[in-house]
């Protein structure tokens, strides 16, 4: 009898002592997800949490927010180990505290995870990588190109083929020629948004952009003649383009008032099929970015931070979103470019969009990944700036912009980056 | 005698709740003391330690002033205190005048002049990021109204936002169209509350309406005016919002203010050292600025 007391008093306290461990286990898992506020990752995002809900019983609160909020947001919440988001949204610009993000590679190999991306997109520089492992999930995927109307260059008997910017350049001549007298203007680019032209520069630039002790340094002789390059395309552009942003120039383009434009295509894609928007439908296509430098990628990836207290089901947030189903679908709905290869080869879509796909598929496969801080890619724009308004030559505008870097110490994660990128001086 | 003992009872009834006084005021002084003074001294710590919140969660040591010499010789910095100056000394003076201006014709109770006063107005209660990205559409060279409007009168519209000196003009005129009203709507109060007796026995002296204005109206509103000339100026220089979204502080370097530049370093760069210290060098210059105005009130009212 006395047996049975101590059997039911020891089964009443390991009960009780089991019972807050259990309730805790069954306590729903919530985890918390960042993302630009933008009207496309976003909403891509919201559109996903009720299935993604049911499926896995793990809830999801969104924060979104514009793009320099959510990065201060996130370096904030990791230098000071706050651990308040489980999923972050970024790119190489977060670079800072890429340290502090939880590595995948574990996941990756444990899901097969990973197998339909774009190889280049997977690779370090679009993805991100610290430390040689693997710490973000690229779930979309933009390069810079060039965009071409098709009649006009039917009418002025010429093919958008380039290699090279001065290939280029010279089909931009023959446009001028062709076009003398017509408003029509033989290029566009967003000169006014003062962080884009710096795209052409790198595309017309092969050298390093951190030299050997791992600072940040341009050769200077092939810095001199990619600016004076770049400058020289100001004269294809409509008058005042040194102030157009995004909006102009991408309204100069569906106008059909410019033959080629240079710029992200996921800005004007969606735009340029819709007959209420555009006067170009069915007159463009997609273009080479021409070399010897890289096109420019916009790769954002998703990150599981360090301080996360659900990495696992962080995770899984990140397959639910981050797939080729979600790809195709969302480039279709958001016009977010798609990081996966079936998209590009889907028959049913190069039906519609043969004039865009495979230029954009090339171009995504040549990127390349900036190793610049943020600090240093704007000491580097805004001096280009000048250097466009004819305030300063390409020399001094060197001068002052290593005088700036000088005093920026560049990140361990972006001085892989570039080493990975081929990037970094030999 | 009567009065004697109300002082007294006051002075005892006083000794009695004072310490229920102290109780209520105490905790709220403490709040306002801690809310106030605490960012500065910490900004002031920070300005002399060498930090940044992206390669280290505390501080890598002091480092006395040099975070202050090095913001004074730097390039950038001392572009950014260009431009704010140029920004505030022109926009401030310009909205001064135009305010004032405005202030008389829109002066009146008719509901013709009371529907203008509430459209002058508008610009007040638009939100400086709204107004600037607004501005930045009609400022387009290409498809802007402004030049569209322009061309009416057979000007060609310059390349408003493209230009570095058009730029710096368009950051100007975006400034004086938000805020003039604030002047209108101060100067409105102040010719309001001078006496009509005042300006009736200036005109049956012979005065006209200009003399009136100068000699009656300006030395009775010159206090208040000086106010006002105050508030706009600290408040033009803190401006950042309207000119992220006009400008972006470009092109180039051209409308980057000192504002931006210390937003660039705390909140991009992270180097919490650097923006302390441009922070505390901005604060000197908006004293320094203050003091010269508060320098003429004093000569003003000498003079008087």
Known sequence: MKRIYVFTALCLIVSLLLSPGMALAQEPKEIVATYMQAGTYDKAAEELVPAFEKATGIKVELIVAPWDVLNQNHITDLTTGTGAYDVMSGEFWIATVFEHMLPLDDYVKRDNYGGDFIERIWSPGPSNFYDGKRIGVPYSADAYGIWYNTEIFEQCQLKAEWETWDDYIAVLDKLQTCLKGKDIAPMVHYFGQI???????LGMY??????????????????????????????YN?????????????????????????????????????????????????AKFPGPGFPMVSAWNLFISKYSKN????????????????????????????PFKSTYEDPELLKTLAHFLPGQLENLSRVKSLPWTFAAFEAFFRNEGDFHQGKITAEEMLDRVQAEWNEIKVPEALIQLADAQGLMEK | MSTVMITQKRRRRLRHDWPWMAAFV???????????????????????????????????????????????????????????ALITGTAVVLEMIIGTALAYLAAGSSRIIRAVRTLLILPLVIAPVAAGTLWRMMLNSQMGLTNYLLSFLG???PDWLGNADWALVSVIIVDVWMTTPFVLLVVLAGVSSIPDELHESAALDGASRWKSFLYIDVPLMAPLLLLTFLFRMLESLLSL????????????????????????????????????????????????????????????????
């Open chain 2, 26 to 84: 105490v905790p709220a002084a403490l709040l306002v003391v801690a809310v106030q003074f605490y960012p500065l001294l910490f900004s002031a710590y920070l300005s002399t330690q060498d930090w940044t919140l992206t390669s280290s969660q505390s501080s890598e040591g002091f480092v006395g002033l040099q975070n202050f010499a090095k913001v004074l010789q730097n390039d950038v910095f001392q572009r950014a205190v260009r431009n704010s």
């Open chain 1, 195 to 201: 962080e884009q032209p710096a795209a052409i520069f």
């Open chain 2, 241 to 304: 919002d309207s000119i992220y979204t006009l400008t972006l502080g470009g092109p180039g370097y051209a409308t980057f203010t000192m504002t931006y530049y210390i937003y660039t370093l705390g909140l991009r760069s992270f180097n919490l050292g650097m923006a302390a210290a441009a922070s505390w060098l901005f604060m000197s210059f908006a004293t320094v600025a203050l003091l010269v105005v508060f320098w003429l009130q004093r000569r003003w009212q000498t003079a008087q």
């Open chain 1, 311 to 338: 990495p696992d089901a962080a995770w899984e947030w990140i397959k639910f979103y981050a797939n080729p189903e979600n790809g195709k679908k969302f480039m279709l709905k958001y016009g977010i470019g798609s």
């Open chain 1, 206 to 235: 092969d050298g390093y952009l951190v030299d050997k002790n791992g600072n940040y340094a341009l050769d200077r002789e092939k810095a001199i003649a990619a600016l004076n390059k770049m400058q020289s395309l100001l004269k």
């Open chain 2, 155 to 157: 000007i060609q519209g």
């Open chain 1, 238 to 286: 409509p008058e005042g383009v040194l102030g157009f942003d995004f909006n102009a120039g991408n309204a100069v383009f569906l106008a059909g008032k410019a033959a080629t434009m240079v710029g992200w295509p996921s800005f004007i894609r969606a735009n340029a099929d819709d007959p209420a928007q555009s006067q170009v439908v069915g007159k463009w296509a997609m």
